[in-house]
Nanobody, 127 residues
Framework: QVQLVESGGGLVQAGGSLRLSCAAS????????MGWFRQAPGKAREFVAA????????YYEDSVKGRFTISRDNAKNMVYLQTSSLMSEDTAVYYC????????????????????WGQGTQITVSS
């Protein structure tokens, strides 16, 4: 089992920034990739960004490219999502997720393939 705890959400004005953190514990040696997903009210959970645990290869959803940065600190078992230029459309609950076992680059954005999830942290962007 892998346990995930997010922090860092909040209320921010449009154009602002927030840094989300995700602390992983448990069987982290089994993790292949870590991802951030988000879910707005009435919408499906969607991919935001992912990073492979060992090599640090990153992936982003098109609408956040250039605005969000995912990073990890393997020694601390932490994953971060630095957000900037936030827009009202970014308002959602943001979830940290972990994937045990390798997946292809095409699959790494698939919400169904992540085994472990945090409880979520809310980002609200006011315009």
């Amino acid at each position: 089992q892998v346990q995930l705890v997010e922090s860092g959400g909040g209320l921010v004005q449009a154009g602002g920034s927030l840094r989300l953190s995700c602390a992983a514990s448990g069987r982290t040696y089994s993790v292949y990739a870590m991802g951030w997903f988000r879910q707005a009210p009435g919408k499906a959970r969607e991919f935001v960004a992912a990073i492979t645990w060992s090599r640090g290869v990153t992936y982003y959803e098109d609408s956040v490219k250039g605005r969000f940065t995912i990073s990890r600190d393997n020694a601390k078992n932490m994953v971060y999502l630095q957000t900037s230029s936030l827009m009202s459309e970014d308002t959602a609950v943001y979830y940290c997720a972990a994937r045990s076992g390798s997946v292809s680059a095409a699959q790494i954005m698939d919400v169904q393939l992540y085994n472990y999830w945090g409880q979520g942290t809310q980002i609200t962007v006011s315009s």
